[in-house]
Antibody, heavy 121, light 109 residues
Framework: QVQLVESGGGVVQPGRSLRLSCAAS????????IHWVRQAPGKGLEWVAV????????YYADSVTGRFTVSRDNSKNTLHLQMNSLSIEDTAVYYC??????????????WGQGTLVTVSS | EIVLTQSPGTLSLSPGERATLSCRAS???????LAWYQQKPGQAPRLLIY???RRATGIPDRFSGSGSGTDFTLTISRLEPEDFAVYYC??????????FGQGTKLEIK
């Protein structure tokens, strides 16, 4: 069955960096764009970034552009989110999610369980 | 950026009743690329509806979606106890920029 498992969350000080990972299984990883979506405590969902199936194209929300970088290793069925210059506003549960149709014009049909990032001094 | 506004913020109903949730977009959603998700506490969102009216795999037929352009509706025909959750709409027609509504909390009356 399709599984997405995030890891790498934790407590980090403002201005520092953190790298999240998302391990995929149960489907052809190389056929799908994968997204990162976050949810601040008690708040709604915010799309963060997407990477194309081949890792060539990457797009980001304005709130993270220039600070976050998404990458993927198709040989290991793994996705990463490098987060630099973290601020308190980045505190959230971070989910990876698969695009249903493989491309960009798709809803998110499978989600991981999320990993919590807390930015605090 | 397309802004999605959901109403009401909270909906209080009893099991067996019909629920109607609204999602209004600030501009027309391309090709009606509008999805609905359900989220329960401590869980990831679950895709319910996409393309405004297509049920995702495994979703019961008491869930239905309708609408086009800027006005969309999620209807739950007869509420089951497990349906009480938060519901989000999302547009994916202006990709690669995706936006979510702020959510509607469906609570037991």
């Amino acid at each position: 069955q399709v599984q997405l498992v995030e890891s790498g969350g934790g407590v980090v000080q403002p201005g520092r960096s953190l790298r999240l990972s998302c391990a995929a299984s149960g489907f052809s990883f190389t056929g799908y764009a994968i997204h990162w979506v976050r949810q601040a405590p008690g708040k709604g969902l915010e799309w963060v970034a997407v990477i194309s199936y081949d890792g060539i194209n990457k797009y980001y929300a304005d709130s993270v552009t220039g600070r976050f970088t998404v990458s993927r290793d198709n040989s290991k069925n793994t996705l990463h989110l490098q987060m630099n210059s973290l601020s308190i506003e980045d505190t959230a549960v971070y989910y990876c999610a698969r695009g249903l149709g493989g491309g960009y014009n798709s809803p998110f049909d499978y989600w991981g369980q999320g990993t919590l990032v807390t930015v605090s001094s | 950026e397309i802004v999605l506004t959901q109403s009401p913020g909270t909906l209080s109903l009893s099991p067996g009743e019909r629920a109607t949730l609204s999602c209004r977009a600030s501009q027309s959603v391309t090709s009606n690329f509008l999805a609905w998700y359900q989220q329960k506490p401590g869980q990831a969102p679950r895709l319910l509806i996409y393309g405004a009216s297509r049920r995702a795999t495994g979703i019961p037929d008491r869930f239905s979606g309708s609408g086009s352009g800027t006005d969309f509706t999620l209807t739950i025909s007869r509420l089951e106890p497990e349906d009480f959750a938060v519901y989000y709409c999302q547009q994916y027609g202006s990709s690669p920029m995706y936006t979510f509504g702020q959510g509607t909390k469906l609570e037991i009356k």
